[in-house]
């Protein structure tokens, strides 16, 4: 049981760090996207370096901002697609901390040497749903930045859009897991009323 306590108060310390660190990270894309919009608008296209050039290169796809010193997109263009690739890192940032938030409370009776308490199984199942309602939000957001470039024209040639079979098979553990805590739950209760 004593190991059971230790890597549960570890985990919880590592859940803890994930969690100001997405807190960290949000607050970061907000002081960068101030100031990439203000950099942008302030951008003199005439006096640029004929050097410079700047792409953003995602995996298959590519995005070209500045081509021997010239302005690709348009400055809206520009603005648009840096802040929508910010507001997907921030929706991320928020599902790990939901996430972080979630495994916290799983621990919290483990970290007391209690891992059968009464009430775990359904925080177990919760976060199995949590985990298959971010897989389907990082599909269906991938989805809508896919739309959002595609309006503006700035889309890359391809762009896959997928739900995460890993993301479902982890689901579907955790609420096998759940279903366990709670047989450990019954189990626990009438070894309480025993004695």
């Given at each position: 049981m004593e190991k059971l306590t230790k890597t549960a108060r570890i985990v919880d310390v590592f859940a803890k760090i994930l969690f100001i660190f997405c807190i960290v990270a949000i607050c970061m894309l907000i002081a960068a996207d101030i100031f990439m919009i203000a950099s942008v608008m302030a951008l003199p296209e005439d006096k640029l370096p004929e050097t410079l050039s700047v792409v953003f290169d995602f995996g298959d796809s590519e995005f070209v901002v500045f081509e021997n010193g010239r302005l690709m997109v348009t400055k809206p263009q520009l603005v648009a697609y840096t802040?929508?690739?910010?507001?997907?890192?921030a929706t991320a940032a928020v599902i790990l901390?939901?996430?972080?938030?979630?495994?916290?409370?799983?621990?919290?009776?483990?970290?007391?040497?209690?891992p059968f308490e009464e009430g775990i199984s359904e925080i177990i199942k919760k976060f199995g749903h949590f985990v298959l309602a971010a897989t389907i939000i990082g599909a269906f957001i991938q989805f809508l930045l896919v739309i959002v470039l595609a309006v503006m024209d700035i889309a890359p040639e391809s762009a896959p859009v997928s739900i995460s079979t890993d993301g479902i098979f982890?689901?579907?553990v955790i609420y096998l897991i759940s279903y366990i805590f709670r047989y450990g739950e019954e189990l626990q209760k009438?070894?309480?009323e025993t004695l």
């Amino acid at each position: 049981m004593e190991k059971l306590t230790k890597t549960a108060r570890i985990v919880d310390v590592f859940a803890k760090i994930l969690f100001i660190f997405c807190i960290v990270a949000i607050c970061m894309l907000i002081a960068a996207d101030i100031f990439m919009i203000a950099s942008v608008m302030a951008l003199p296209e005439d006096k640029l370096p004929e050097t410079l050039s700047v792409v953003f290169d995602f995996g298959d796809s590519e995005f070209v901002v500045f081509e021997n010193g010239r302005l690709m997109v348009t400055k809206p263009q520009l603005v648009a697609y840096t802040l929508t690739l910010s507001l997907t890192a921030a929706t991320a940032a928020v599902i790990l901390m939901i996430g972080a938030k979630l495994v916290r409370r799983i621990l919290s009776p483990m970290k007391e040497g209690r891992p059968f308490e009464e009430g775990i199984s359904e925080i177990i199942k919760k976060f199995g749903h949590f985990v298959l309602a971010a897989t389907i939000i990082g599909a269906f957001i991938q989805f809508l930045l896919v739309i959002v470039l595609a309006v503006m024209d700035i889309a890359p040639e391809s762009a896959p859009v997928s739900i995460s079979t890993d993301g479902i098979f982890m689901a579907i553990v955790i609420y096998l897991i759940s279903y366990i805590f709670r047989y450990g739950e019954e189990l626990q209760k009438q070894a309480d009323e025993t004695l």
